[in-house]
């Protein structure tokens, strides 16, 4: 049996939920699609899903999937930590979020869950 330290690292799901301020949902959804997400895509972020939740235009959710937590951090700290998104668009984004929680779970918990092996 392989010990755990020589297993290959778990890829990572990264849920990210926002309770938006009232009435910012649309210049939120503006923000994320026209500037986020080709930023992230740039910094080689994978993003499996972002939108406005269909109940509530207040509450928005970001998924991205990374091959590992540590590369999760990485990415992250890199994209969070650019001069491009502190200039540009930070302050903006905090403006329109009133609360925000982030999940991260590992990938293979899905397919357990459905009785499959990953």
């Known amino acids: 049996m392989t010990r755990a330290a020589e297993q290959p690292p778990l890829p990572v799901l990264d849920v ?3 309770k938006l301020e009232p009435g910012a949902g ?3 959804d503006r923000l994320v699609r026209e500037h986020a997400l ?3 895509h740039r910094f080689g972020i994978d993003v499996v899903g972002s939108g406005p939740s269909l109940d509530d235009r207040d509450l928005y959710c970001l998924l991205r999937a990374f091959p590992s937590a540590a590369r999760r951090d990485a990415q992250l700290g890199s994209f969070y930590g650019s ?5 540009n ?3 903006t984004a905090l403006a329109l979020i009133e609360a925000y929680h982030t999940v991260t779970i590992p ?9 499959r092996r990953t």
């Open 16 to 18: 990210r939920t926002y």
């Open 26 to 28: 649309e210049e939120f």
């Open 38 to 40: 080709p930023m992230l």
């Open 83 to 87: 001069d491009e998104w502190r200039q």
């Open 89 to 91: 668009y930070r302050d």
């Open 107 to 115: 990938l293979t918990l899905i397919g357990q869950r459905l009785g």
